[in-house]
Each structure stands twice: as C-alpha cells, then as structure tokens.
C-alpha cells in the first residue's frame, strides 16, 4: 500500500533521537509539562501515544530557544488510532488490517521512520463507514465473538501491567496465543524481569521426581 509519511509531525522514537534521550525520557517530558506534545491518543491506556510537531523539537534542541516553549494542551483531532478504534468499536486490530489490506481504507496520516515502526492513523467517519458495511448478505465477517472479547480482556490486563505469560495463566490459553493478539491490538509486551517464584504446577513429589 502506497502513503506518504509525514515530515511536520514525529513520534516518540523519532523525537528521542533528535534530542539524544530515551524514548521514556520524552514520555517524561511530557508527563512534566516541557515539552508539549501536538496529539495524544490511546489517552485511555497507561501506553499513550504522542505526536510532536517537527517545529517545537528543534526549538526544543536549541538551549536559547527552549525557554520560549509553552506548554499547551494537545489539540483535538478526529483522527484515531488503532488502540483507539479497538476501544471505539470494540474489536481487534486484526480487522483493520484485514481491511486495509482488502483496500477498504488506507491509512490518513503515518508517522515514523520508513522501514521501521509506523504510527498509522485513521479518519473516524472513514473507520465508521468500514465498520458499518461489515455485515454483508452472507452474514458477519471478521474475528469471532470469543477472539474479540478475549482481546478486550488483553488490553485491559495488559494496561495493568500483567505480562503475556500472565495474561495466558488467567485467561487459561497459550502465552503465544496472548503475544499474537497483543501484537495485533498494537500494544508492547509488558516485561518482568527474573523468573516467577510461585510455581503451583510442580509439587515438590515432582520436583524430587525429576531430579
């Protein structure tokens, strides 16, 4: 699919280059106030995504120039992201990209770098009319109920901060299973370090058998 990448707007990676911190110390920033973000969505998650205008990081680069900044609220936009529309219409990513790929809709702006991990957004009233011409004659197209209710369950346990294996031993499937429908639901794995100390599946007998 042919877009074009936008050059005025960038995402937290890009701006962490720029700037020579970690993607996390920019989140910070914006967290403290210094440095403005022009968007802000999946604004219902821990996870949110930021989009900052190309014009405010230099300005921010430059140590006579960041002392004009002022902060503002991020502006309002209709367009959405694929966080956004799981939580608007209340289904998986999978479904989008099944219909972008069908060309049913492509994405309205993309930001980040090529070849690497794009932010794709969407029009609401484009990602409606999509929505609402899912119901052919033949009957409902897409993922399963059972898929889409467990993908609401992964994104609100993923927004707690419960890893993937985690996730599988509460909702009792596979942790390759959870990884894929994260992945889908463009979320990021929430890693823990060291291994867990509670191992309720292995009785000390077992233990001393596999010894």
Known sequence: MEYAISRDLLICSQVANMLGVTRQRVQQMVVDKI?????????SS????????????LQY????????????KPENTT????????????????WVYDITRRGGFKPDLVA????KRLLCLYEKKKVLRAWQKRL????????????ISMVKKIVKLNAQGFSDSEIARQLGCKQPRVAKLRKEAGLTSVCKRGRPTNRENISKGDRLVRA
């Open 112 to 115: 980040g770098d090529e070849g």
């Open 79 to 94: 367009l959405m992201s694929i966080p956004d529309i799981i939580n608007f219409l209340q289904c998986p990513n999978m």
């Open 35 to 43: 440095l403005p973000p022009k968007y802000v969505f999946n604004k």
């Open 46 to 57: 821990h996870r949110k995504l930021y989009l900052f205008d190309r014009v405010t990081v």
């Open 61 to 72: 680069s430059n140590d006579e120039l960041r002392k004009n900044i002022v902060w503002r």
């Open 136 to 147: 052919p004659q033949g009957g409902l197209t897409g993922p399963r109920r059972s898929t």
